[in-house]
């Protein structure tokens, strides 16, 4: 129930002296007045993290392609005759085995740059999470190679510095970053953000606006 009305006050006036005391209350929103949700807060934090996440995944990406690809462990193809770096017809299969991991990481970083139901993703989380992907190949590729000097087996890169555990095409640290972009983009495309429920917002105001003023 309202408060009264003051005798010779018009109501109106005294449901709009509610809804300003109502402001003077510990649990008064902004967004319940104006009927538009508050910005969120701590968004900046969030896109952050995101970012620190998805560059810090290139070491366990870079760990993954020496344990499957052609010179490292070779556990994918399981060939003995490509455990050897001296062997070339692995060196083109141990590019295409980090190809694929980094569009699978791209992939994934992209979905997690997409943002909520009700809010897209910003330019700048684009950036960040294109960069945070750039940033997660290089990782991946120094971590692959840094596995390769430590665990594998001693090989004479004389002829050939690919006989090495290494990366020929350079092209491919262009992958993650590239998927990361694509996915946003194909997200963003086929995925509309839902609006908030207007009559959520709008059940919030009356609510404030019919409850007594404290006495």
Same mark, same amino acid.
């Given at each position: ?12 006036? =005294? ?40 560059? $810090? ?30 062997? +070339? ?24 740059? +997409?943002? +909520? ?60 970053? $590239? ?18 429920? $207007?009559?959520? +917002? ?6 404030? $606006?019919?409850?007594? =003023?404290?006495?």
């Amino acid at each position: 129930m309202t408060q009264p009305a003051v005798h010779g006050q018009h109501p109106d006036d =005294a449901l709009q002296k509610v809804r300003q005391g109502d402001k003077g209350h510990p649990g008064f929103r902004p967004e319940q007045a104006s009927g538009h949700p508050a910005p969120e807060t701590g968004m900046s934090a969030v896109s952050w993290r995101k970012a620190a996440v998805i560059a $810090a995944a290139g070491v366990p990406v870079g760990l993954l392609w020496w344990l499957l690809a052609p010179s490292g462990l070779n556990l994918l193809s399981g060939n003995p005759e490509l455990r050897s770096g001296g062997n +070339t017809e692995g060196w083109l299969p141990r590019d295409l085995v980090l190809a694929g991991l980094f569009l699978l990481a791209g992939c994934i970083s992209g979905a997690v740059a +997409t943002g +909520t139901k009700h809010h897209g993703p910003s330019g700048r989380d684009v950036l960040l999470a294109v960069g945070a992907g750039a940033v997660g190949a290089l990782a991946a590729w120094g971590t692959g190679v840094l596995c390769g000097l430590w665990w594998g087996t001693p090989e004479d890169t004389s002829a050939s510095a690919s006989i090495a555990f290494s990366l020929r095409s350079l092209a491919v640290l262009a992958i993650w970053p $590239a998927a990361t972009a694509l996915a946003i983009f194909l997200n963003t495309v086929f995925t509309t953000p839902k609006p908030e429920s $207007a009559g959520e +917002t709008t059940g919030e105001t009356t609510d404030q $606006a019919t409850d007594p =003023a404290p006495l």
